[in-house]
């Protein structure tokens, strides 16, 4: 009797280990998705870093933490390694055009005769280039899903308007532009390739936030705001999986909503989009196999 009783025994335990189990996992998956980010106030949070020109707070919201230390691993390294005299050429080079006190000077000289140039053809040019993109749209070749042709196409009369009226191949608004990065670039106080690699990844990092707030700022010379469309995002969570989410972003682009919808994977704790973290992996398979 007592070997049968223990036999039932041991039979109920296990019949109630399953369900038990289960309950259980599904309340530590639901501790999970309560732990995790909410995946709107991310993005909003890149928007925001990109809106303060915090160009190294973005990179490091960007990227996977494993794949941030590679980046600041793989440029300390490139630190320690000499640089020979072609480094330096080189680098003075491509930096001398923008760094240099006559470097506005120096590079109209050399875009003035392509702007005379291209000048004459470019309504042509631009009346063909919208052609192709309103066939590129109706296409269904594209990979384009319905709500996202839907919202280009929303956006096409104002971003031909946006073409049409501005003069891309003016000599004043590219002098204009040239002096903004050119007077950001002298900021840096880099001028050749030893001075930065006395610099640290963060210290680099913030220095090149000059740079991008004076391309922001060239942008604006040609009617292009990408701080307005950073303050313009929207963000709709669609639906949130355990480490997987959906999620649907839009912007205002050239007086238009333009909408998208991604699929995100939760990783350390924060959000990345799908082909980002794929890319990444791959990055970093890469990274360990030297």
């Not at 280990?17 to 998705?33: H, K």
């Not at 190294?56 to 320690?80: C, D, I």
């Not at 680099?204 to 004076?214: D, Q």
Request: no cysteine.
């Amino acid at each position: 009797m007592k070997a049968t009783a223990s036999i039932l025994l041991i039979a109920g335990l296990i019949s109630t280990a399953g369900p038990l189990r289960a309950e259980i996992a599904l309340e530590r998956r639901g501790q999970q998705v309560a732990l995790a980010p909410d995946p709107a106030a991310q993005l909003l949070d890149l928007a925001r870093l990109l809106r303060s020109n915090d160009l190294h707070g973005l990179v490091q919201a960007s990227v996977p933490p494993r794949n941030y230390q590679e980046l600041r691993l793989a440029y300390e390294m490139h630190r320690l390694e000499p640089s020979s005299e072609s480094d330096r050429a080189q680098f003075a080079e491509h930096l001398g055009k923008l760094s240099a006190l006559d470097a506005v000077d120096q590079l109209m000289a050399e875009i003035e005769p392509k702007l005379a140039e291209a000048r004459p053809k470019a309504p042509a040019a631009i009346m063909m280039g919208l052609g192709a993109l309103q066939i590129a749209l109706m296409s269904d070749d594209n990979d384009l899903s319905p709500e996202q042709r839907e919202s280009l196409q929303h956006a096409l009369p104002g971003f031909q308007s946006w073409v049409t009226r501005t003069d891309f191949l003016s000599s004043q608004s590219m002098r204009q532009a040239l002096t903004l990065v050119a007077e950001a670039v002298r900021g840096t106080g880099i001028h050749d390739l030893d001075q930065l690699k006395q610099m640290s990844f963060e210290q680099a990092m913030a220095e090149a936030e000059r740079v991008l707030a004076a391309s922001k700022q060239a942008l604006l010379i040609y009617g292009l705001d990408l701080d307005a469309i950073a303050d313009s995002l929207r963000v709709e969570v669609l639906a949130v999986d355990g480490s997987n989410a959906r999620v649907r972003t839009t912007i205002t682009l050239f007086n238009a909503p333009i909408s998208a919808e991604h699929d995100l994977v939760l990783l350390d704790g924060r959000w990345y989009g799908k082909n980002a973290v794929k890319h990444w992996a791959v990055h970093h398979e890469k990274h360990t196999q030297r």
